[in-house]
């Protein structure tokens, strides 16, 4: 079945850049997701990318998506203390149907 | 503009009890989801409905979970009997019509400890 695997961990250091990673098996999505979730709280979009795209780019942060190896990335800018939470990675099918989500990795930002 | 509604926030039980959560989505938004979310993993998605009616149930333990969306606004989601791996947080999330908007909004969650 579909799957979407992450890294578990990343600790960066304030202001370094940040890059958490993302493979998954299902060559027919069609969307791919970053969310992030604070403690105790939902998850929130943060960005998104359709799969006939290679990078997207939202002030602070940068998708890179390579279709061939199934393989996304986000890229934190600037990682501020504020950063600090876990981001998961999500693929869905054309419609937003079948949303699958990686089990996240955490974020430490360390001032 | 108010976001997407749960409660209650926390609930415990014994194992066997019946336990009933309940999620109030964005105004206008057609589509509601409810995901489980098992600790250190991701968000698992039980149910999906389209307005009143449902759209991806496959993931859904039907011998003992239940959902319902009445009047394709407030949805209710059911367990009965719960056991121990139920525990987890259930998340609501609500969006707009597919054709318009992928992004999905999420409640805060209701933390279920079966015991």
């Known amino acids: 079945g579909e799957d979407v695997e992450q890294s578990l961990f990343l600790s960066v250091r304030e202001g370094d850049s940040s890059v958490i990673n993302c493979t998954y098996t299902?060559?027919?999505?069609?969307?791919l997701y970053w969310y992030k979730q604070e403690p105790g709280a939902g998850l929130q979009l943060l960005t998104y990318i359709f799969s006939n795209m290679d990078m997207k780019q939202d002030q602070r942060l940068t998708v890179l998506l390579n279709k061939k190896d199934k393989h996304l990335s986000l890229r934190i800018a600037d990682t501020q203390t504020g950063d600090s939470a876990i981001y998961f990675c999500?693929?869905?099918?054309?419609?937003?149907?079948?949303?699958?989500f990686g089990a996240g990795t955490r974020l430490f930002v360390k001032a | 503009e108010a976001g997407v509604a749960q409660s209650p926030r926390y609930k415990i039980i014994e194992k066997r009890q019946s336990v009933a959560f309940w999620c109030n989505p964005i105004?206008?938004?057609?589509?509601l989801y409810w995901y489980q979310q098992i600790l250190g993993q991701g968000p698992k998605l039980l149910i999906q409905f389209q307005n009143n009616g449902v759209v991806d149930d496959s993931q859904l333990p039907k011998d003992r979970f239940s959902a319902e969306r009445l009047k394709g606004v407030d949805s209710t989601l059911k367990i009965q009997p719960a056991k121990l791996e139920d525990s987890a947080v259930y998340l609501c999330a609500s969006s707009l019509e597919p054709i318009i908007s992928y992004e999905q909004y999420f409640g805060p969650g209701t933390r279920l400890t079966v015991t």
């Open positions: 299902d060559s027919s999505s069609t969307y």
């Open positions: 105004s206008g938004h057609a589509t």
């Open positions: 999500a693929e869905s099918d054309t419609g937003g149907f079948k949303t699958i």
